[in-house]
């Protein structure tokens, strides 16, 4: 079973530039979930989609961050512009359901803003 | 504010066992505890999940008391490639909002 693929895994930008992460979750996986993850630190729910519905939201900073999930398969995670404390880690996971959720996670795209 | 704590950081020798505690005092009554495990430059892995008592697989433990305010993985006979973060999951209600909390992740150290 192939798992949880985000790219690019790596993105240099300068701030106030745009930025764009793409994930195709588990095959079958109904909820997606996008997390940042600063060095030294757990990662931080931003986004959990169940099908193409964004069920909680809660920490997405809404002013710069923009999330989809058309179709209820594959995701993109958007900031714009990008700001110097968003360089960090974006990880994508997914599972089969919301109850008693197993999340497999995606190795993540390593965002530095310059 | 409530958090997920865990202690930044154990050191173990090979072979040994290795109990990590969390705290989460404000898990939601009907979630689950998970563990996770993650190695530089890669994405959390699944270790072992619960929701009371304790459960048990090929590689953890998991002990989780009645009161389900904490819970410990534990990790027998640990080998060097244990060395990784070890972070704890929990579903948490936080200002009248259901909230996924992951610790703050406890780095483990093994040595020869």
């Known amino acids: 079973e192939a798992g949880v693929v985000q790219s690019p895994r790596y993105k240099i930008i300068e701030k106030k530039q745009p930025v764009a992460f793409w994930c195709n979750p588990i095959s079958g996986h109904n909820t997606l979930y996008w997390y940042l993850q600063n060095l030294g630190q757990g990662p931080e729910l931003l986004i959990r989609?169940?099908?193409?519905?964004?069920?909680?939201d809660s920490q997405l900073p809404k002013d710069r961050f923009s999330a989809e999930r058309l179709k209820g398969v594959d995701s993109t995670l958007k900031i714009q512009p990008a700001e110097l404390g968003d360089s960090a880690v974006y990880l994508c996971?997914?599972?089969?359901?919301?109850?008693?959720?197993?999340?497999?996670f995606g190795p993540g795209t390593r965002l530095t803003v310059l | 504010l409530a958090k997920t704590t865990q202690p930044i950081s154990m050191d173990s020798y090979e072979g040994q066992e290795v109990n990590i505690t969390c705290s989460h005092n404000?898990?939601?009554?009907?979630?689950?505890i998970t563990w996770y495990q993650q190695f530089p430059s890669q994405g959390p892995r699944f270790i072992i999940q619960?929701?009371?008592t304790k459960v048990k697989n090929e590689v953890a433990s998991l002990f989780i008391p009645a009161d389900r305010k904490s819970s410990t993985l534990s990790l027998p006979r640990v080998s060097l490639s244990d060395t990784a973060v070890y972070y704890c999951?929990?579903?948490?209600?936080?200002?009248?909002?259901?909230?996924?909390?992951f610790g703050s992740g406890t780095r483990l150290l093994v040595r020869p």
């Open positions: 619960g929701y009371k």
């Open positions: 999951l929990v579903g948490e209600w936080m200002d009248s909002s259901y909230k996924l909390i």
């Open positions: 989609y169940e099908n193409e519905e964004a069920v909680d």
């Open positions: 996971a997914s599972s089969r359901t919301s109850e008693a959720p197993v999340q497999f």
């Open positions: 404000n898990i939601a009554t009907n979630d689950y």
